[in-house]
């Protein structure tokens, strides 16, 4: 049995999760509401104030399904309660980011600036170096947090660019003089 597919996801009060046919499931919160459309195959069930999933048997495929489904429901749970949020910073002389309305622009030592426009359901916000990406959408969070990382991710030499809060840039020693 799947350790994480087996567990069931806690329904906080507060918030709705509808099951419909098709796997289409609907959580409501306080936040928002997230619909999304699961596999077939697993079996969605919703008791008192907890989401059970079951599987069929225990194909391979069965079983992969398994924990990924519990946990996309547990996410949406998850968002509709709290959000996620992720923190970039920009380091580097003369990098900067500038919002305005619902477009991010991003200085980043080009000839021209780069303009990103927030997502539905996302938004960021801007704090000297560090870029706030917010929402309740786990999956469109991190997916714009990357876009905005590939912009101008770090370099290994003098770690300009732009990286997460939480990661560590592996630095490598410059060139040296002649002898």
């Known amino acids: 049995m799947s350790r994480i597919g087996k567990l069931p996801v806690a329904i ?16 409501k919160g306080p936040k928002g509401t997230l619909t999304r459309k699961l596999v077939e195959e697993m079996d969605v069930k919703v008791e008192g104030s907890e989401v ?23 996410n949406m749970v998850e968002g509709v309660t709290n959000g996620y949020s992720k923190v970039l910073e920009i380091n580097g002389v003369g990098y900067r980011a500038a919002k305005s ?4 622009t991003l200085t ?31 999956e469109k969070v991190g997916q714009f947090a990357a876009e905005i990382r ?3 991710p770090p370099e290994p ?10 990661e560590t ?10 002898k």
């Open 12 to 27: 906080p009060a507060g918030v709705e999760v509808k099951v419909e046919d098709g796997n289409v499931i609907t959580v």
């Open 52 to 74: 059970i999933v079951t599987r069929p048997n225990d194909l391979k495929r069965n079983k992969s399904l398994h924990g990924l489904t519990r946990t996309l429901i547990f």
């Open 101 to 104: 309305g619902n477009k991010l």
């Open 108 to 138: 980043l030592g080009y000839s021209h600036p780069v303009e990103m426009v927030d997502p539905e359901g996302i938004t960021t916000t801007v704090d000297g170096n560090k870029i706030t990406v917010a929402g309740i959408d786990k």
């Open 150 to 152: 590939t912009k101008r």
């Open 157 to 166: 030499y003098k770690g300009k660019g732009i990286k997460y809060e939480t």
């Open 169 to 178: 840039i592996r630095r490598k020693v410059g060139k040296t003089g002649k």
